[in-house]
């Protein structure tokens, strides 16, 4: 019996690495990895994760390990652990855990950057009526900012199945009470595949409540009294793209491309934290799988 799952490539791109199964043919063009059995696999070469807060640098990105097991019910996959409620051939139905996301631009070394995957940057504008009055037109800067601490998400999600693609519903719940907020998600996944050659289109909507756009891209009083004053974070969605290439040159071996747009939710690019309202992320490179 054969599980079916994107591990390596979506791990490489994803900003929020969670398990998936999708209905495909298992053949030298797809990941598959035998129920009961460990898959091993690594991926390098170069790549960058731009970072859109104020004076952080963007993460490069040049060794991605993937590891995963799938059990006939419980899996881990990159991080992700979960149970398998149903698996029909339409549909299938997780519990499922993750990381988020959004911590990952304050630390480098924040798990979703260990399991990650010309830009139309445009920076984020202050309107007028945010400024303060006094003679500067420079707002007040930030101080050094707090501590955003690590949390584990948890909850339900499905996976349908058709001839148009994969689609993926999901909503989770911070497990830690950090911040006690919710996390959504849209996605729809096409796979097509031509000989060696494997390509991976996405679209995805995800959405942040208020509580998580609130703890992230808020401002305490002790990083500024007036922008934690000023500002008032909102739930709202992030939408973006994934594509990735594949040539498989061996069994074991691939050459690979993979690249990830992220367009901010407005209350999160509102936020004075960032002079960006959109990432990207990319890799070019191999990858090997044991």
């Not at 040049?62 to 029909?88: K, M, R, S």
């Not at 690979?256 to 070019?284: V, W």
Request: proline fraction near 4%; charged fraction near 20%.
């Amino acid at each position: 019996m054969k599980s079916l799952f994107y591990g390596l490539i979506l791990s490489v791109i994803s900003l929020s690495p969670l398990a998936a199964r999708a209905e495909m043919v298992c053949d030298d063009t797809t990941d598959c990895i035998t129920t009961g059995s460990w898959d091993l696999g690594i991926a390098f070469g170069y790549g960058q994760k731009t970072n859109p807060l104020k004076d952080y640098k963007d993460i490069p990105i040049y060794v991605l390990p993937t590891i995963a097991y799938y059990g006939d019910n419980w899996f881990f996959d990159n991080g992700a652990v979960g149970y398998t409620l149903t698996e029909q051939e339409r549909f299938t139905v997780n519990l499922v855990t993750g990381f988020s996301s959004d911590r990952a631009f304050f630390y480098r070394w924040d798990p979703s950057n260990i399991f990650l995957a010309g830009s139309s940057r445009s920076f984020q504008q202050i309107p007028m009526s945010a400024m303060p009055m006094q003679a500067s037109s420079e707002p007040p800067k930030i101080g050094e900012l707090e501590s955003r601490h690590f949390t584990y998400l948890g909850g339900i999600e499905a996976y349908v199945y058709n001839r148009f693609g994969t689609w993926r519903l999901a909503l989770l719940h911070d497990l830690f009470d950090v911040h006690d907020g919710m996390e959504g998600q849209v996605k729809w996944n096409y796979h097509l595949g031509h000989k060696n050659l494997s390509l991976d289109f996405a679209v995805f909507f995800d959405w942040k409540s208020q509580e998580v756009v609130s703890y992230y891209y808020g401002v305490r009083p002790s990083e500024s009294a007036y922008w934690s004053d000023k500002y008032r974070a909102e739930n709202g969605w992030n939408r973006g793209a994934e594509l990735t290439a594949r040539y498989h040159l061996t069994p074991e071996w691939e050459l690979l491309m993979t690249a990830r747009y992220t367009r901010f939710a407005d209350t999160i690019a509102a936020s004075p934290l960032l002079d960006e309202d959109d990432s990207y992320a990319y890799l070019i490179g191999a990858a090997y799988r044991f």
